[in-house]
T-cell receptor
Framework: GENVEQHPSTLSVQEGDSAVIKCTYS??????FPWYKQELGKRPQLIID?????GEKKDQRIAVTLNKTAKHFSLHITETQPEDSAVYFC?????????????FGKGTKLSVIP | NAGVTQTPKFRVLKTGQSMTLLCAQD?????MYWYRQDPGMGLRLIHY???????AKGEVPDGYNVSRLKKQNFLLGLESAAPSQTSVYFC????????????FGNGTRLTVT
């Protein structure tokens, strides 16, 4: 199965600065890498994802980059705002026996300091 | 359109008691999943289902059983609860067919004393 490692576990940035969270994966056959955001006491929600045939994807202030050779992908948040404070989870897709299982990293708690 | 609904929201059990967590989705999704979330451990897959009548083990299946008798429902059972099963449980669903966008429920906080 897939193993996903995520760093750092906590990250504090000043409002307006950029934040970068990195993940590595083990299964070279993995082809889908989403990022979920979980606000305190809430459910995780998908914020952006990338497939292995793309190197970078942007959506307003967030972007994800993928390096298949090195087997790592990163979340970039620019111009951070207090509402970006949350726990962010990366994930990698493991597919076997006709099913799809997402294996999550352990999360990064992002704090944006006003 | 409620999405994914979990019941109950909170539960306290004594060691050895049993209970069932219910997950219901109204999006006609094929795939359903049960995850547990513990501090510093992320989301770990317990069991999942790729369609009505099917179930499969995930990363941490021991001590849990599941059933998917109807497409819209996915039940998670604890036959003999243990303190190690104290956690927040999330159900999720996805449409399948190449889509792995998980739609999560609001979670069930379970405490086993």
């Amino acid at each position: 199965g897939e193993n996903v490692e995520q760093h750092p576990s906590t990250l504090s940035v000043q409002e307006g600065d950029s934040a970068v969270i990195k993940c590595t994966y083990s299964d070279s056959a993995s082809n889908y890498f989403p990022w979920y955001k979980q606000e305190l006491g809430k459910r995780p929600q998908l914020i952006i994802d990338i497939r292995s045939n793309v190197g970078e994807k942007k959506d307003q202030r967030i972007a994800v980059t993928l390096n298949k050779t090195a087997k790592h992908f990163s979340l970039h948040i620019t111009e951070t705002q207090p509402e970006d404070s949350a726990v962010y989870f990366c994930a990698g897709l493991y597919s076997g026996a006709g099913s799809y299982q997402l294996t999550f990293g352990k999360g990064t708690k992002l704090s944006v300091i006003p | 359109n409620a999405g994914v609904t979990q019941t109950p929201k909170f539960r306290v059990l004594k060691t050895g008691q049993s209970m069932t967590l219910l997950c219901a989705q109204d999006m006609n999704h094929e795939y359903m999943y049960w995850y547990r979330q513990d501090p510093g451990m992320g989301l770990r897959l317990i069991h999942y289902s790729v369609g009505e009548g099917t179930t499969a083990k995930g990363e941490v299946p021991d001590g849990y059983n599941v059933s998917r008798l109807k497409k819209q429902n996915f039940l998670l059972g604890l036959e003999s609860a243990a303190p190690s099963q104290t956690s927040v449980y999330f159900c999720a669903s996805s449409s399948g067919g190449g889509s792995v966008h998980l739609h999560f429920g609001n979670g069930t906080r379970l405490t086993v004393t």
